[in-house]
């Protein structure tokens, strides 16, 4: 792997079927920075043959319509065909921020990047400083997802999750948005965004993450984030969840059944072990057979895990949840 004399950053990994559904595959997208702090999502995948043999590594390719962008936020998902999707940020005309969808089709073999379609044009941008993420801020960072399970009936079908403003005017009113698309991501819906959060208020949500239940044939699709709505000065923050059983298909399909998935509540403003990380980037999502598995930053004191006092540092948890 090459870089930029700079440095990398918001690196991400995935893996799935390989060529043709052949097989399996490993892809790492990342941010590839220059002298001048713009930069590229760079990305390279290699074929996977069983337990620990995988095979060569494809060139070193930049997505189409990525250059000159900063930050440049990306992520991964691959369909049962093989083809690899990349969600990755970035501005259009005026400034306005978007997140793009990119498909090679052809996983490891001769892999051919397609021009980006805007999958949604939101109004967070990078950085954004938030009651409970005062110094480090919250990103747009968009997770993408596939259906790739034949005998699901949302085969094939594209997700999208990112934390968003609901209009221009909001400055920490922040929710959990959602988008599909059942045309293998060459269009999507304009304005079509679906909220997760099921709380009306105009408190935080962020961080969220997005997984498919790919061993089961029933479709289902698991969300969750950081959430505020327990805390009315919009600081304190627990962990939620949503499952949806219907492939996203209404309005509430996410919001009708919101869970909370941490023990405890968390409280940025209390670190003072590295105090202006807050909660990091992001957090990280798994669902199989039934079981969803989530990871997150937490200083809560939960007596069963925090190995700090006073909210001093934050601890990476994680909870199973079946569903």
């Known amino acids: 792997m090459a870089s930029n004399q700079y440095g990398v950053d918001s690196t991400r990994l995935t893996t799935g079927p390989g060529y043709q559904g052949n097989n399996q595959a490993l892809w790492i997208s990342w941010a590839d920075y220059d002298i001048t702090i713009n930069s590229f999502i760079a990305v390279l995948g290699a074929p996977v043959t069983g337990l620990g043999a995988i095979g060569s590594f494809t060139s070193q390719a930049q997505l189409p319509g990525s250059s000159n962008s900063n930050p440049n936020i990306s992520s991964l998902a691959i369909n049962g065909s093989g083809g690899v999707y990349a969600a990755f940020t970035g501005t259009g005309t005026g400034g306005q921020?978007?997140?793009?969808?990119?498909?090679?089709?052809?996983?490891?073999?001769?892999?051919?990047?397609?021009?980006?379609?805007?999958?949604?044009?939101?109004?967070?941008?990078?950085?954004?400083?938030?009651?409970?993420?005062?110094?480090?801020?919250?990103?747009?960072?968009?997770?993408?997802?596939?259906?790739?399970?034949?005998?699901?009936p949302n085969y094939g079908r594209v997700y999208l999750a990112y934390a968003d403003f609901p209009n221009p005017a909001a400055n920490t009113n922040v929710n959990i948005y959602f988008v599909r698309t059942d045309t293998t991501g060459t269009n999507w819906p304009t304005n079509d965004e679906t909220k997760v959060n099921g709380d009306n208020n105009t408190l935080s949500h962020f961080h969220p993450s997005i997984a498919v239940d790919q061993a089961r044939p029933n479709g289902n699709i698991a969300i969750a984030w950081h959430d505020c709505r327990n805390d009315p000065a919009n600081v304190k923050t627990q962990v939620y969840g949503a499952v949806a059983r219907d492939g996203g298909a209404t309005t509430t399909s996410f919001s009708s059944n919101n869970f909370r998935l941490s023990p405890g509540s968390s409280d940025a403003t209390k670190l003072t072990i590295w105090p202006g990380f807050d909660y990091g980037d992001y957090t990280s999502l798994a669902y199989y057979k039934g079981f969803m598995r989530f990871s997150w930053a937490d200083n809560s004191n939960d007596p069963c895990c925090n190995v700090y006092t006073n909210g001093a540092a934050m601890n990476v948890y994680t909870s199973s949840v079946a569903y």
Do not use: E
């Open 97 to 152: 921020p978007l997140i793009n969808i990119s498909l090679n089709p052809n996983s490891t073999q001769n892999p051919q990047w397609s021009t980006p379609k805007v999958a949604a044009t939101p109004h967070l941008v990078h950085l954004s400083s938030i009651p409970a993420a005062l110094h480090r801020g919250i990103w747009l960072m968009p997770f993408i997802a596939t259906d790739r399970n034949t005998s699901s």
